[in-house]
């Protein structure tokens, strides 16, 4: 979806604006490069690995790089990709895959079946998607050099959606000496098979990496669809530019010398949507759910009723004041299972009310006999939108009487620190904030915030046995019917829990140069390097 200059200029700022910046980058690599592409992440890039981190950035370097076994067309639906055919037995119980023709490391040793097996296990430590598989799964193995098979103990109709979903953790297939390490150790080889290859040689953490045409690529025959089809490197060279100043980024695509920004300040749109040669472009049209998430190991928010005090006290409109500024690309959002998909639905969503309910938290916090715990909230303090949004909910959670300290740090720093257990006095956390997309929030099975399985669970690691047994049953439901059924059941009792809390939805576009062209959209918060070239 473009975003129109009409559309940009009722955000309110005259005709003629424009930002006058000092330049930081060199004219040798101004969009006058065709063969070249330089960008702006929204997130730094510090976690190579994505079966380490589930971010965003680090999904989007992974998909330069590695390949993947199935990947969605536009239709959404599962489509092989490094899979030349799969078969599977009469008794439904045991899937055949067989390798296409041409896959190669970049080291320029072959892709075996072996690299697959022992990327699926290592994926499925951490993915819900893959915990899913594995439990259900007597043997993933090889048959021979192109060949693997996953062995059921009882069947899964939704098996191939699950190696080909783009929620949760991005499966990417590595060398098996890459993909043996566990999970929580980070894979820092950045060796794939993928279209592009990662430059080591000009990785500079902190300022740029850059990623090279992979020359011994063989794309999958047939048109580019989605996420599927033809993966084909158009351009020389990408490279990933930091730069932390929302308006310095702005300044550097006025003067050409990027062609892209992922997620541009909202208060810039309008400088953006007067620039002729500028285009706002919305590559995920379902939208960005913000979420709450609350750490269910630790005081104060171990006890439910602390939980239910938080949900009761935000006010969504607040928050998307901040997050989205014009309501053109900000909507509440009350259901887990997001507002554009089948599922969404109002159970149990009483607690929400304009305003927020400031008596209502304050009684369900002398319930829960808060006793002035410190509450660590982690601040992405590199994102506008993060780092006031951050602050608003510290000062909401102090109008109630909570002991709140903001942590700041760049989202690396953010991600690294969410992996503690342990309190805050160990360098623990409470509380953080981030984002996934509306559309993904339909497989319940996959998507990483609607997991409560505990320790298995995602950061925050909310625990309820009852909604578990309520979400095992998913992939077995057959019918549309039946299924918003158990979403409703499922819904009434997470937000008696609170296993996270949503902060509304966001509509979040790019901005791009107009001779940038071929990004593919996908409902999802990742951004592929193939298919993009300038005129």
């Given at each position: 979806?473009?975003?129109?200059?009409?559309?940009?200029?009722?955000?309110?700022?005259?005709?003629?604006?424009?930002?006058?910046?000092?330049?930081?980058?060199?004219?040798?690599?101004?969009?006058?490069?065709?063969?070249?592409?330089?960008?702006?992440?929204?997130?730094?890039?510090?976690?190579?690995?994505?079966?380490?981190?589930?971010?965003?950035?680090?999904?989007?370097?992974?998909?330069?790089?590695?390949?993947?076994?199935?990947?969605?067309?536009?239709?959404?639906?599962?489509?092989?990709?490094?899979?030349?055919?799969?078969?599977?037995?009469e008794d439904k119980k045991t899937y055949t895959f067989q390798l296409r023709e041409g896959?190669?490391?970049?080291?320029?040793?072959?892709?075996?079946?072996?690299?697959?097996?022992?990327?699926?296990?290592?994926?499925?430590?951490?993915?819900?998607?893959?915990?899913?598989?594995?439990?259900?799964?007597?043997?993933?193995?090889?048959?021979?050099?192109?060949?693997?098979?996953?062995?059921?103990?009882?069947p899964l109709p939704i098996l191939i959606d699950i190696l080909g979903a783009s929620s949760?953790?991005?499966?990417?297939?590595?060398?098996?000496?890459?993909?043996?390490?566990?999970?929580?150790?980070?894979?820092?080889?950045?060796?794939?098979?993928?279209?592009?290859?990662?430059?080591?040689?000009?990785?500079?953490?902190?300022?740029?990496?850059?990623?090279?045409?992979?020359?011994?690529?063989?794309?999958?025959?047939?048109?580019?669809?989605?996420?599927?089809?033809?993966?084909?490197?158009?351009?020389?060279?990408?490279?990933?530019?930091?730069?932390?100043?929302?308006?310095?980024?702005?300044?550097?695509?006025?003067?050409?010398?990027?062609?892209?920004?992922?997620?541009?300040?909202?208060?810039?749109?309008?400088?953006?949507?007067?620039?002729?040669?500028?285009?706002?472009?919305?590559?995920?049209?379902?939208?960005?759910?913000?979420?709450?998430?609350?750490?269910?190991?630790?005081?104060?928010?171990?006890?439910?009723?602390?939980?239910?005090?938080?949900?009761?006290?935000?006010?969504?409109?607040?928050?998307?004041?901040?997050?989205?500024?014009?309501?053109?690309?900000?909507?509440?959002?009350?259901?887990?299972?997001?507002?554009?998909?089948?599922?969404?639905?109002?159970?149990?969503?009483?607690?929400?009310?304009?305003?927020?309910?400031?008596?209502?938290?304050?009684?369900?916090?002398?319930?829960?006999?808060?006793?002035?715990?410190?509450?660590?909230?982690?601040?992405?303090?590199?994102?506008?939108?993060?780092?006031?949004?951050?602050?608003?909910?510290?000062?909401?959670?102090?109008?109630?009487?909570?002991?709140?300290?903001?942590?700041?740090?760049?989202?690396?720093?953010?991600?690294?620190?969410?992996?503690?257990?342990?309190?805050?006095?160990?360098?623990?956390?409470?509380?953080?904030?981030?984002?996934?997309?509306?559309?993904?929030?339909?497989?319940?099975?996959?998507?990483?915030?609607?997991?409560?399985?505990?320790?298995?669970?995602?950061?925050?690691?909310?625990?309820?046995?009852?909604?578990?047994?309520?979400?095992?049953?998913?992939?077995?439901?057959?019918?549309?019917?039946?299924?918003?059924?158990?979403?409703?059941?499922?819904?009434?009792?997470?937000?008696?829990?609170?296993?996270?809390?949503?902060?509304?939805?966001?509509?979040?576009?790019?901005?791009?140069?107009?001779?940038?062209?071929?990004?593919?959209?996908?409902?999802?918060?990742?951004?592929?390097?193939?298919?993009?070239?300038?005129?």
């Amino acid at each position: 979806m473009i975003i129109s200059r009409r559309n940009a200029l009722k955000l309110g700022v005259a005709a003629g604006a424009s930002l006058s910046i000092p330049s930081i980058l060199r004219a040798q690599t101004t969009s006058a490069d065709e063969k070249n592409i330089r960008m702006v992440m929204g997130d730094a890039l510090t976690a190579f690995d994505p079966i380490f981190t589930s971010s965003d950035v680090t999904a989007s370097h992974a998909m330069a790089i590695y390949d993947t076994l199935f990947a969605l067309d536009l239709q959404l639906q599962a489509q092989p990709q490094m899979v030349e055919t799969w078969t599977l037995s009469e008794d439904k119980k045991t899937y055949t895959f067989q390798l296409r023709e041409g896959l190669e490391w970049h080291d320029g040793t072959p892709v075996t079946a072996g690299d697959c097996v022992a990327s699926v296990r290592r994926w499925a430590q951490v993915d819900a998607g893959g915990q899913l598989i594995m439990s259900r799964a007597q043997d993933i193995l090889k048959k021979d050099d192109k060949t693997f098979s996953i062995v059921l103990k009882e069947p899964l109709p939704i098996l191939i959606d699950i190696l080909g979903a783009s929620s949760g953790y991005y499966l990417a297939i590595m060398r098996e000496q890459d993909a043996k390490l566990a999970a929580t150790e980070q894979v820092t080889a950045n060796i794939g098979s993928g279209p592009f290859k990662f430059n080591l040689e000009l990785a500079r953490p902190g300022a740029s990496f850059t990623y090279d045409r992979n020359e011994a690529y063989v794309p999958r025959k047939g048109p580019q669809d989605g996420y599927a089809g033809a993966r084909i490197a158009k351009v020389d060279r990408v490279v990933w530019d930091q730069i932390s100043d929302p308006q310095t980024a702005v300044g550097a695509l006025q003067a050409g010398e990027i062609d892209f920004i992922e997620r541009p300040s909202a208060d810039l749109f309008p400088v953006i949507g007067i620039d002729p040669n500028l285009e706002l472009q919305v590559l995920n049209e379902s939208g960005q759910d913000w979420c709450l998430r609350m750490n269910f190991l630790q005081p104060p928010f171990n006890n439910v009723k602390a939980r239910q005090a938080v949900l009761h006290l935000l006010d969504q409109e607040a928050f998307l004041r901040v997050i989205a500024p014009d309501p053109l690309y900000g909507t509440p959002v009350t259901s887990i299972f997001g507002n554009t998909t089948h599922y969404s639905n109002d159970e149990n969503t009483g607690w929400f009310k304009k305003g927020g309910d400031a008596a209502k938290a304050t009684q369900l916090l002398k319930e829960a006999g808060y006793a002035g715990e410190k509450v660590i909230i982690l601040q992405d303090s590199t994102q506008p939108a993060h780092r006031d949004a951050s602050q608003l909910l510290a000062d909401s959670l102090r109008k109630v009487g909570m002991n709140v300290e903001l942590a700041a740090s760049d989202w690396g720093g953010l991600s690294k620190r969410r992996t503690n257990k342990g309190p805050v006095e160990s360098g623990g956390w409470s509380m953080f904030m981030t984002t996934d997309t509306d559309f993904l929030m339909s497989d319940p099975t996959s998507q990483i915030f609607m997991n409560a399985g505990g320790e298995k669970a995602w950061y925050g690691w909310p625990k309820n046995e009852e909604y578990e047994a309520l979400r095992a049953k998913w992939p077995d439901v057959e019918t549309l019917k039946e299924r918003k059924v158990l979403a409703r059941q499922m819904q009434k009792i997470w937000w008696d829990f609170v296993g996270d809390i949503r902060l509304g939805q966001e509509l979040r576009p790019v901005a791009r140069r107009k001779e940038l062209t071929g990004i593919v959209g996908m409902p999802i918060n990742r951004v592929a390097l193939w298919n993009m070239e300038k005129a």
